[in-house]
């Protein structure tokens, strides 16, 4: 595959023909595989997480999923891409190909409900698809807990954090009570909190290792859905290609609603988000602003 690079990151010149030749390929492999569909916003968080960048580099394909990847990649490379290609489109070619009939796929990520309802409606269009689960995997409010830092900072500063970040919401007026409940985590807490994230990984781990699926669609969003591919793909032997597909769930089930047909092919998929959901306002701003200032620079 022809690929080039952007801020250091790679992505591969490819078609979504090409793309669903590849996909066939891996299913049949005896080895594992994993996809990112990569967009602006992730191409700005691997400039300040190494970690991220090495995964998406390592990846067997890497994806444009944007209309900034596709502007950026001409004004640095002096190339054109061969398309566009959203993890949302890329679900729909997959679940319409002819390989996938004998293929089991799950379903994993999302808020409670999102991804058993996008399966139910991928189910009732390709009447033949193989969905053997559909969940959120590790629930939100454990894998998002932001506590667990005590390999990176002593007891003694992050007491003092603690009592910092107490005296300044406690001056923007907010009740001790909810204070107490929100800051006062000792050393204790802290590893008890992170023994419950791995013991919420392993069941899922058990969890999908049970029905053996072929393909995994992970919706944790990035960067924490290639994060747990790359950690976790080894695990689930059965799995031959996850794909980090962010909040496709979301519109597929339909609770968000896809920019008008216009708006895609224009590349303002960004402009009908933000009127829909206002409060992404600094992930659009990462997206547009940030990015493009980055590439200029660069």
Known sequence: MIQTKILDVKINKITTKEVLEKIKSFLLSDKQHYIVTLNPEMLVEAQKNNYFKKIINEADVVIPDGIGIMLANKFLNHKTLSEKITGIDLIYKICEAGFIKDKKLYLLGAKEGIAEEAAKVLSKKYGYLNVVGAEEGIPAEISNFQFPIS????????????????????????????????????????????????????????????????????????????????????????????????????????????????????????????????????????????????????
């Open 151 to 298: 390999n990176k900072f002593s007891i003694f500063n992050f007491k003092i954090l603690r009592q910092v970040v107490k005296k300044i919401v406690r001056i923007c007026g907010y009740r001790k009570k909810i204070l107490k409940q929100s800051f006062d985590y000792t050393h204790d807490d802290i590893v008890q909190d992170d023994n419950q994230v791995n013991k919420s990984c392993n069941h899922l781990i058990q969890r999908i290792n049970k029905v053996q699926p072929d393909m995994l669609f992970v919706a944790f969003g990035a960067p924490k859905q290639e994060e747990w591919i790359y950690t976790n793909l080894k695990k689930l032997p059965s799995v031959k290609l996850a794909i980090g597909v962010g909040g496709s769930f979301d519109f597929i089930s339909g609770k968000a609603k896809r920019a008008p047909l216009i708006f895609q092919r224009l590349g303002f998929e960004w402009l009908w988000r933000l009127i829909l959901e206002p409060r992404r306002i600094k992930r659009i701003y990462n997206a547009t602003v940030k990015f493009g200032w980055m590439v200029l620079k660069k």
